[in-house]
């Protein structure tokens, strides 16, 4: 079955840069969407379509990608980004929805 | 703005089926242009998509799951509904909806936004 590779963790100091990878071998062809989630909630969407950022979303949150690898970036990292974050996308025929394990990201 | 809300038994006995339902409010499922999905959460674990209904009631699932899942629409209440039979401990899991955006061609889209879940317990 088809998966996406995340890094279990992230650690950062406030200020700097985090980024979280996203691996997955359909991702040249499927975009990818970024979703935080904080203890006891939903999660929320905070990258679509690779790189386009939902009303609402800080400017801080920004996403790319490159062949089989998407990244989530987020400058300026600030305390209340503290969370987990998911990546999604589909197999390369659009079959299926998979997320991504999740990447906990701790601010220092 | 579009609010979701799952609704449903905690505890469901092993063998049993696993039924939720989901409100929609501030906006019509009937009005197209969405999927409506369900996804759950093993505790402490990754997201797994279940599968969506679109509100004439055609339906995708997991193919993992395909089995054991269906997934119903009852536009006059403005609800979405999921079965899932013949549950087992490995079932205990955080159940979402969520509203699915259609994607073009192969893509899948994205989920947003979501019901605040509810934690369903596989146990006799």
């Known amino acids: 079955s088809y998966e996406l590779t995340q890094p279990p963790s992230v650690s950062v100091s406030p200020g700097q840069t985090a980024r979280i990878t996203c691996s997955g071998d359909a991702l040249p062809k499927q975009y990818a969407y970024w979703y935080q989630q904080k203890p006891g909630q939903a999660p929320v969407l905070v990258i679509y379509?690779?790189?386009e950022r939902p009303s609402g979303i800080p400017e801080r949150f920004s996403g790319s990608s490159s062949g089989t690898t998407v990244t989530l970036t987020i400058s300026g990292v600030q305390a209340e980004d503290e969370a987990d974050y998911y990546c999604?996308?589909?197999?390369?025929?659009?079959?299926?929805?998979?997320f991504g394990g999740g990447t906990k990201l701790t601010v220092l | 703005q579009v609010q979701l809300q799952e609704s449903g038994p905690g505890l469901v006995k092993p063998s049993q089926t696993l039924s939720l339902t989901c409100t929609v409010s501030g906006g019509s499922i009937s009005s197209g242009g969405y999927y409506w999905s369900w996804i759950r959460q093993h505790p402490g674990k990754g997201l797994e998509w279940i599968g969506y209904?679109?509100?004439?009631?055609?339906?995708y699932y997991n193919p993992s799951l395909k089995s054991r899942v269906t997934i119903s629409v009852d536009t006059s209440k403005n609800q979405f509904s999921l079965k899932l039979s013949s549950v087992t401990a490995a079932d205990t899991a955080v159940y979402y909806c969520a509203r699915q955006s259609q994607g073009s061609g192969i893509h899948m889209g994205w989920f947003d936004p979501w019901g605040q879940g509810t934690l369903v317990t596989v146990s006799s």
């Open positions: 209904i679109y509100y004439s009631g055609s339906t």
């Open positions: 999604q996308s589909a197999d390369s025929s659009g079959t299926f929805v998979v």
């Open positions: 379509k690779d790189s």
